[in-house]
Nanobody, 119 residues
Framework: QVQLVESGGGLVQAGGSLRLSCEASGRSDIDALDWYRQSPGKQREAVAQ???????TYADSVKGRFTIIRDNTKNIVHLQMNDLKPEDTGVYYC??????????????WGQGTQVTVSS
């Protein structure tokens, strides 16, 4: 079993910055550590994704503003968010997954942390 615990959300004015953190525990073979968000009235979307080997992708809407920072030794991933915009408002979730021999791909989610950007 994998546990993901997020921290760091809050209220910030447009143009400000926030740093989210997620600590993963329960397994030693964690590969993907990602950040998703769910904005009001929208489906959950991938914001930034990382692998243990260092492959990173970003959603087009956050490129150049968000940076995912990963510490493999501690299974911690941060999301540094700069130049925040009101449309970045939402609940941010930490995510990982693993392939189980019996059940296939299993997704794990954190509890979510609220980010609110005021205009």
């Amino acid at each position: 079993q994998v546990q993901l615990v997020e921290s760091g959300g809050g209220l910030v004015q447009a143009g400000g910055s926030l740093r989210l953190s997620c600590e993963a525990s329960g397994r030693s073979d964690i590969d993907a550590l990602d950040w998703y968000r769910q904005s009001p009235g929208k489906q959950r979307e991938a914001v930034a994704q990382s692998t243990w080997s260092g492959y990173i992708t970003y959603a087009d809407s956050v490129k150049g503003r968000f940076t995912i920072i990963r510490d493999n030794t501690k299974n911690i991933v941060h999301l540094q968010m700069n130049d925040l915009k009101p449309e970045d408002t939402g609940v941010y979730y930490c995510h990982t997954d693993r392939n189980d021999e019996i059940y296939g791909l299993i997704d794990y989610w954190g509890q979510g942390t609220q980010v609110t950007v005021s205009s």
